[in-house]
């Protein structure tokens, strides 16, 4: 029966793994090492701004001992989502640290760079084609969103590095990539049913994640065969049970019976769970459905202002029992200020306020069932946004003075009806990035979109 | 009349993507559980109702294997827009924590 290998070194590069776990994973002899570097899941700004999520020292620390691993065994090291959004900043940033770790222990390997950064060009060429459909629910799209958009990814799948690693790439570093594509590469590769191959790829893509008690981030092992695949964490002291394999499927999806990849649909309806010892798993009767197109998922971020925030408390009970007539009145008369300050220049298209209101709805929004009680005190945030930092922080400057003295009907003379734990009581939060695009497109080859450079360490 | 919180292992919320929030209701063993879904308190329609969203648009699974319900919604807020106050859709499942459920 054909077997091959696989491990995952831990959920998210950067976050670590026990090097013990590790040599233990390198004992076993994969056939391929994979480690995920990123998502969507802290927000817009990463992709926007090219903000990193970890350090360089602990992405470095990460890469450093995955390398020591490859090196001994030579076989493929694959690293996705590099530099947490996948933009190309973050294939340029792994690279140089690969490449300063390369110097400093004296490696050598062929390094594939695989970038998914989208050309603009060619999505607005797509979208007049009709080859970009939207997924539910989705934003609005048109040339101009894509024009103005600060960065687009498309997310890749197995394609291009199963590509990569047929070309002799040794370390492949991608830009952004779905989380189990990275592990399905070699599986798929060296030709085992897809079913267990991306099942597994899924299971190992968050580490730990599917351990009964995930104690920290870690590495764990796939063996993947031709009806089935075995897992087991590399911490003698960590379990995986049939349930915490199970429930793996849960997280971070919509449906967890059937997830999206590029080329079709990972489906565990019919999945079996079996305990192979007290601390593995072996998992039957997983499918993979081969859809009849290709379709690459885009995520695209842009820019939407410059902000400046402002914290506050309020304890005061006259001003709680008529809190959202108090900020209403505060903020209607503030538009005036605002005229006055920039002599008409600035109109109230040109900015933004917003105050959530902590200790009634601030986590929840208009889900929040017990959005009509109210403490006995509450936590406000002012978020002013404009097009330009300066302007925020101007206007925000004005409004923190202006909102501390707006008065109430029940007081006579000057009140102070906010407290401020930081002084001065303004932040420049700088730019702040929306995600404005969830949509797919059908391109014609699954490697048309991403562009792999090669070269010799 | 125990609290949902108290009978399961687990009760979280989280992002499945930027456009997706997920709840996911997990259970220790088989038989709470079943008596978790028997009690009807967790379904499609009462989610709808407690979270104030349209029934249609709430997936709503039962993971047997898992021992878990899961429910999907479209995120109120796409994340990190002006208006959504957690990023990573982590803080939403706090009303399913108290839900009662009749013995």
Redesign the interface.
């Known amino acids: 029966m054909k077997e091959v290998k696989v491990l995952s070194a831990t959920g998210m590069l950067g976050s670590g793994f026990m090097e013990s776990s590790f040599e233990r994973g390198i004992s076993l002899k994969p056939d391929v090492i994979g480690c995920d570097g990123g998502s ?6 990463y992709l926007g701004a090219g903000e990193r999520y970890f350090s360089k020292e602990a992405t470095k620390r990460d890469v450093r001992l995955m390398m020591a691993g490859r090196d001994k065994l030579d076989v493929p090291l694959i690293i996705g989502s590099c530099g947490m959004a996948g933009g190309d900043s973050g294939v340029d940033w792994m690279r140089d640290i690969v490449l300063e770790i390369a110097r400093e222990k004296g490696y050598r390997f062929r390094l594939a760079l695989i970038r998914s950064e989208q050309d603009k060009e060619y999505l607005k060429r797509r979208y007049r084609e009709g080859r970009i459909l939207p ?5 609005p799209i048109s040339e101009e969103i894509i024009d103005q958009s600060a960065h687009i990814v498309g997310v890749m799948g197995h394609e291009p590095i199963v590509a990569a690693i047929r070309g002799g790439a040794q370390i492949v570093l991608c830009g952004r990539a779905t989380d189990t594509s990275l592990f399905a590469a070699v599986p798929l590769m060296k030709g085992v049913d897809a079913g267990p191959a991306w099942h597994a790829a899924k299971t190992l893509e968050c580490g730990t994640a599917a351990t009964a008690q995930r104690k920290r981030p870690d590495s764990i092992f796939a063996w993947v065969r031709d009806d089935h695949f075995d897992v087991e964490p590399m911490d003698p002291e960590s379990r995986c049970t ?2 915490s394999v ?2 793996h ?9 059937l997830i999206t990849e590029p080329d079709g649909t990972i489906d565990s309806t019919d ?3 079996e305990a192979l010892s007290d601390r593995s798993v072996r998992v039957y009767g997983s499918r993979f459905r081969k859809a009849d197109r290709i379709t690459i998922k885009l ?1 695209g971020a842009v820019l ?1 202002g410059y902000q400046t925030v402002i914290i506050a408390g309020i304890r005061e009970p006259f001003i709680l029992r008529q809190l959202d007539s108090w900020l209403a009145a505060m903020q209607a008369k503030f538009a005036d200020r605002v005229r006055e300050l920039f002599d008409g220049k600035v109109g109230p298209n040109d900015y ?1 306020i ?1 105050v ?1 209101v902590y200790g009634r709805d ?6 929040e ?2 959005a009509d009680e109210l403490g006995h005190e509450v936590g406000l945030l002012f ?1 002013i ?1 404009t097009a330009r930092q300066e302007t925020s922080r101007a206007i925000a400057k004005t409004l923190s003075h202006f909102a501390l003295h707006f008065p109430i009907p029940e007081w006579r003379g000057l009140i102070s009806g906010l407290a401020f734990p930081l002084t001065p009581p303004e932040l420049d939060k700088g730019p ?4 404005n695009l ?1 949509h797919i497109v059908v391109p014609e080859d699954p490697l048309e979109m991403f562009r792999t450079e090669t070269m010799e360490v | 009349m125990a609290k949902l919180g108290d009978l399961a292992k687990l009760i979280r919320s989280k992002n499945a993507g930027p456009f997706v929030l997920t709840f996911d209701v997990m259970f220790e063993d088989d038989a709470t559980y079943r008596k978790v879904i028997d009690s009807q308190v967790l379904s499609k329609a009462g989610f709808a109702a407690l979270y104030r969203v349209p029934q249609e648009d709430v997936l709503f699974v039962e993971h047997d294997a898992a021992k878990a319900i899961k429910i999907s919604i479209p995120r109120p807020y796409v994340q990190c827009d002006p208006d959504d106050g957690d990023a990573y859709g982590g803080q939403q499942h706090g009303p399913l924590v108290d839900l009662e459920v009749p013995e």
């Open positions: 969507t899941d802290g927000g817009p700004a997924l539910k629910p989705a934003p049939p349930q199970a429930s499927t849960l997280y971070e999806n919509a449906d967890p019976f999945s079996r769970y995520e939407d933004k917003r959530r601030g986590v929840m929004g208009k889900l069932p017990r978020t946004t702040v990035y929306r995600f969830h």
